[in-house]
């Protein structure tokens, strides 16, 4: 058995199943997924370590834990259609194509987008397709999405990212609250907004979805 292999057996044993992630289909998409591939490569012996991984450029790679939860409460069906926002290099991505129909991963740094699209390509997703866009904006007119899954810590959710999704879609996020993430499954059923928390998830912030201060003296 190969290092990285072991390396995603011993993270899925000794972090993904003692943490309540109880879906076979989560822990086959993750253990089919080069981790190590979407780091950079002075970081590859230690993409499975039980932390978030700096990819550049101010973006990271969710500890494996608080992903997986967070992927297993999506419910990804076989059928749905995904907005991956703030997709890095990629990892989140190749997970969800695992799971859903397809994914559109949306990535606004465009050296990360490149690197995305090559590493999802050698990773063989060809469910996945990766647009260079502003985060906050999300994709309405390639939606609308079953699951939009956020990459990062936000401090609010834009009305406009509610807006696309389905009528029983869900956006997975870490809402910022008071400091501490939270993270949550938004709804937005019949235009009627729904929020549930499920635990607490400490991941870096994605800048893009900071509060606007408002005016400052």
Same mark, same amino acid.
């Given at each position: ?9 011993? %993270? ?20 089919? #997924? ?27 790679? %969710?500890?494996? %834990?608080?992903?997986?939860?967070? #992927? ?74 079953? #699951? ?40 937005? @059923? ?14 870096? @912030? ?12």
């Amino acid at each position: 058995m190969t290092h990285s292999v072991q390396a995603r057996t011993n %993270m899925i044993e000794g972090q993904l199943r003692p943490n309540q992630i109880t879906d076979q289909k989560v822990i086959d998409a993750i253990a089919s #997924v080069n981790r190590e591939k979407f780091v950079p490569r002075s970081l590859a012996g230690v993409a499975y370590l039980d932390e978030d991984i700096p990819v550049g450029e101010g973006r990271y790679l %969710m500890e494996p %834990m608080v992903f997986a939860r967070l #992927v297993e409460a999506a419910h990804v069906r076989p059928t749905d259609l995904v907005l991956d926002i703030a997709c890095g290099t990629g990892y989140s991505s190749a997970v969800l194509g695992r799971l859903a129909e397809a994914v559109v991963a949306l990535e606004e740094n465009e050296k990360l987008a490149a690197q995305a699209t090559e590493l999802l390509s050698e990773e063989a997703c060809d469910n996945v397709a990766v647009v260079n866009g502003p985060l906050k904006e999300g994709l309405a007119a390639q939606g609308p999405f079953d #699951v939009i899954f956020i990459n990062g810590m936000v401090d609010e959710v834009p009305q406009n990212i509610l807006e696309q999704l389905t009528d029983d879609g869900r956006v997975i996020c870490v809402l910022n609250e008071n400091g501490v993430g939270k993270a949550c499954i938004l709804t937005y @059923k019949e235009k009627i907004p729904g929020k549930r928390v499920l635990f607490d998830a400490a991941v870096p @912030k994605l800048e893009a979805f900071a509060k606007d201060p408002g005016f400052v003296f």
